[in-house]
C-alpha cells in the first residue's frame, strides 16, 4: 500500500515539473525580466560575488526564451 503511495506520489511530482518547464517555455506572453527564477551560470559575474542581489535576467529572444543575466550579459 505505502509502495503505491509512494508511486503516486511520485508520479505527480513528475509531472507537475513537466508542466511547468512547459509553461514556461511556450508562454505567449513571456516576461521581460525574471526576477530570481533562473540562475547566472558564470561564476565570475557579480551575483556570485555579491551577497543580496537579486538575480535579474532579462529576455534578449523572444522566440527562443534566451534570457540573459542582467550584470554580465551571459544566457541562462
Ligand atoms: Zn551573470
Redesign the pocket.
Known sequence: MDKIKKLLHDNISVDVIENDKKAKKSKPDQQQELIDILK?K?DR???SVERGLKQICILKDKEKAVYR?K??E?EV
Do not use: D, F, K, L
Request: proline share 0%; with cysteine.
Open positions: 547566472c558564470n559575474c557579480i551575483i543575466c550584470y554580465c551571459a
